[in-house]
């Protein structure tokens, strides 16, 4: 037979699929896996429908005022450090621990904080580009946001310390409730009601491993108690009419330079006599020799403070802004220098 020309007819059973025949995937897993893509069409997270999760993620950390709460982390991490070194004890985990939650209650105090300073912010030409006042992100998320984070704080204080918790929960109340809802825009005492929550985070860092009453940890708390109002106020003097636009009563608002700088002289030369009292207390950790070196260090630190005011007090107009740029000095160098000569305590210091 023969088969040329001869074409199969086709098979009335249907043809197995290969993958081949498949159709191209619809999903772009790139769009997926990329992180950076708009936010849209969630007002409650910003107003600017075209903010990317990670300028998100960047305008809420700045939100929170970071070189704020940075200072007072330090603060706590000398807490930490100083009770941990007269218990002779090497708590890491502890350590980390506490830090991260100092940390998230200072970032959620600042965050709430930032929602009932709202209208004041707006108003002042020196934060009305901060990221509430300028649109770029909701009031919602800075409320719920910092409401979060002191959940949080909170939850994971109660975990180590009762005292810790109570000195936490103690501060953020004071910081957001009595500072910057109730007193902020009342009174002109509203840095002095408020200045307990600058001290809150160091007794929360220090009583997280210890519940024993300690002279030095006191008189640390008082010494940020006292370097507050001289901090605030200083700044408050350089933009006296940006407060005054806002409506906000500060105690230099109310008074003139001078009258103000009268007032700033007592505080200043108190926070020099605590520094003193702290370096001669916390001398007492070690030998003769080395105590009279830390107590020396304090000795200048003070001093150098109460210097810094009288150079003020001579031109506050032109010196003002040196005065609150010692004020952040002081406070670094006070608490650097606990922290560092508190590790050499477990190996150089005396039994008290």
Partial sequence: ????????????????????DLPAPVVNFTKILNYSAPIRHYKFIASDTNTSMGNFVSEFVIMTKPRVWVFLLITGIAGEVFSLSILRSLDIGGFFYVTIYIALGLMGSESISNYFDLSIDKKMKRTMNRALPSGRMSPKVALYGGLILVAITLIMAIFISVLSFAFMATGIFDYTII???????????????????????????????????????????????????????SLTIRYRDDYAT??????????TTRESM??????????????????????????????????????MLGVSLLISYFRALTDPDKRIMKLFVSTNIFIGIFFAFIAVFSILIPFIGVVR
């Fill in 1 to 20: 037979m023969d088969w040329r020309g001869f074409e199969p007819r086709a098979s009335s059973m249907p043809r197995r699929r290969s993958s081949a």
């Fill in 179 to 233: 500072y910057s809802m109730l007193t902020k825009k009342r009174t002109s005492w509203n840095i002095i009601l408020g200045a307990y929550s600058g001290g809150a985070p160091l007794l929360a860092g220090f009583y997280a491993f210890t519940s024993s009453y300690n002279v030095v940890a006191i008189l640390m708390f008082l010494t940020i108690f006292i370097w507050t109002p001289l901090h605030i106020w």
């Fill in 246 to 255: 806002a409506a906000v009563p500060m105690l230099p608002v109310n008074r």
């Fill in 262 to 299: 009268r007032i700033l002289f007592p505080i200043a030369l108190l926070a020099m006599m605590i520094t003193i009292l702290t370096g001669l207390e916390f001398g007492y950790y070690f030998s003769f020799y080395v105590g009279l070196v830390i107590f020396l260090v304090y000795l």
